[in-house]
Nanobody, 122 residues
Framework: QVQVVESGGGVAQAGGSLRLSCAVS????????MGWYRQAPGKQRELVAIITSGGSTSYADSVKGRFTISRDNAQNTGYLDMNSLKHEDTAVYYC????????????????WGQGTQVTVSR
């Protein structure tokens, strides 16, 4: 009923930029918070950035000043602008969305995208 699709991953050189997109579709009443997580091989999944429905943002210390999270509520789409990329940013990035479905707007469900690979060369 609800689908989350990430796009925009790829390969970039250190110092380069990428923009990740998170498109949410389906039976959506509203979307509360949206966030980006990442997981590198052999490491635990970590929260990268989060944005509330009102536009408040927070970031992991490792990406502050380099990444920007945003959202387009009219399009049910979130973004992660990644600048000044470092090799250590290499990971699979996942979009997480807290969705109030039309079938049950009194509850909130966490939906995850399939992940998109970001590789940053040295």
């Amino acid at each position: 009923q609800v689908q989350v699709v990430e796009s925009g991953g790829g390969v970039a050189q250190a110092g380069g930029s990428l923009r990740l997109s998170c498109a949410v579709s389906g039976s959506i009443f509203s979307i509360n918070a949206m966030g980006w997580y990442r997981q590198a091989p052999g490491k635990q999944r970590e929260l990268v950035a989060i944005i509330t429905s009102g536009g408040s943002t927070s970031y992991a210390d490792s990406v502050k000043g380099r990444f920007t999270i945003s959202r387009d509520n009219a399009q049910n789409t979130g973004y992660l602008d990644m600048n000044s990329l470092k090799h250590e940013d290499t990971a699979v990035y996942y979009c997480a969305t807290d969705v109030r479905p039309t079938t049950g707007p009194g509850v909130v469900y966490r939906y995850w995208g399939q992940g998109t690979q970001v590789t940053v060369s040295r």
